[in-house]
Each structure stands twice: as structure tokens, then as C-alpha cells.
Nanobody, 124 residues
Framework: QAQLVESGGGLVQPGDSLRLSCAAP????????MAWFRQAPGKEREFVAA????????YNIDSVKGRFTISKDDPKSKVFLQMDKLQPEDTAVYYC?????????????????WGQGTQVTVSS
């Protein structure tokens, strides 16, 4: 199984930006659909964004509202989530995940491999 390691979380103020990173084993991002999910306290884990093998992007429009951008660096096998204009409701643990290509990218059940998560807290 692919070992995914997230980093970049922290405590920020409303309106600030953060860039999350996910390091994956070599060539993982070239062959898998990579995604970010998040889970706030007391809530279910929800889809945030995904990027496919060819670089096609899918977003949870309701939650990210054009503020977040997913990208990847295939030679380094890394995936990023640029988060701008952060709000308190974005507070959550953010998880990186990998799925076999062709599976529905917004479905949690599609993802076989998960990282341990990185905490993002937005508070004034």
C-alpha cells in the first residue's frame, strides 16, 4: 500500500492561507487519483478536492467555493492543497488519499490508501 504523509497544517487566522503537502511513494501520483478529504470534530469525513493521473481536477464546490486549489508534482510524487481565504469552518484534520484510476473521485470508498492527517485550525 502507498504510504502517504501529510504536512503543512497549523493555526492561522481567518483570511490567511496555508499550503498542505502530501508525500507519496515514487510514481504514485502518476498512476493514482489523489485527493484531499477533511474531517471536522463531530462531523463525517468529506471530500475536498481530487486530481487525476492526467491532471484533471474535481472540487467539492460547496465547501471550497473557489478558495482551494489542488496540484501535484509527479517527479517528486507530491500532491498539494493551496488554501486561501481560510475561515473558521475550514478547521479540520485534512487527509491525503490515493485511489485506483477510474473510481468515483468524490467517494470515500474509492480510496484505498490514507495518510495520518494534518490539523488545520482557523481561529482569531
Amino acid at each position: 500500500q502507498a504510504q502517504l504523509v501529510e504536512s503543512g497544517g497549523g493555526l492561522v487566522q481567518p483570511g490567511d492561507s496555508l499550503r498542505l503537502s502530501c508525500a507519496a511513494p515514487l510514481r504514485t501520483t502518476m498512476w493514482y487519483t489523489m485527493a484531499w478529504f477533511r474531517q471536522a470534530p463531530g462531523k463525517e469525513r468529506e471530500f475536498v478536492a481530487a486530481i487525476g493521473r492526467t491532471g484533471s481536477r474535481t472540487y467539492n464546490i460547496d465547501s471550497v467555493k473557489g478558495r482551494f486549489t489542488i496540484s501535484k508534482d509527479d517527479p517528486k510524487s507530491k500532491v498539494f492543497l493551496q488554501m486561501d481565504k481560510l475561515q473558521p469552518e475550514d478547521t479540520a484534520v485534512y487527509y491525503c488519499a490515493a485511489a485506483q484510476p477510474g473510481k468515483p473521485s468524490k467517494e470515500i470508498s474509492s480510496y484505498e490508501n490514507w495518510g495520518q492527517g494534518t490539523q488545520v485550525t482557523v481561529s482569531s
